[in-house]
């Protein structure tokens, strides 16, 4: 089993900066994929960034040029570093990890981290 523990959550204001951290412990595979959904009230689940162990990226188009996902690999920790967060990117945020290749129904989640951007 993986165990994912999220961080850095809280309250800040429009215009500034959070960052997310997220530790992974257990029985991790190599190589995986590790990520940021986000999921806000009334509102479906969405994938935010992911990045591989070989640090190849993706972002979604809403957070592009915003946020930058990177990762430690030795520490098995990936991070979320948010800039010019507006009140929309206010959400629930869930790390995850996943295999690579992906392997279907294999994935893992952690509980969650709110951000809330105030106007």
């Known amino acids: 089993q993986v165990q994912l523990v999220e961080s850095g959550g809280g309250l800040v204001q429009a215009g500034g900066s959070l960052r997310l951290s997220c530790a992974a412990s257990?029985?991790?595979?190599?190589?995986?994929?590790m990520g940021w959904y986000r999921q806000a009230p009334g509102k479906q689940r969405e994938l935010v960034a992911t990045?591989?162990?070989?640090?190849?990226?993706n972002y979604a188009d809403s957070v592009k040029g915003r946020f930058t996902i990177s990762r430690d690999n030795a520490k098995n920790t990936v991070y979320l570093q948010m800039n010019s967060l507006k009140p929309e990117d206010t959400a629930v945020y869930y790390c995850?990890?996943?295999?690579?290749?992906?392997?279907?129904?294999?994935?893992?989640w952690g509980k969650g981290s709110p951000v809330t951007v105030s106007s």
């Open positions: 990045i591989t162990s070989g640090a190849n990226t």
């Open positions: 257990g029985s991790i595979f190599s190589p995986n994929a």
């Open positions: 995850t990890i996943r295999p690579i290749p992906a392997i279907y129904g294999m994935i893992y």
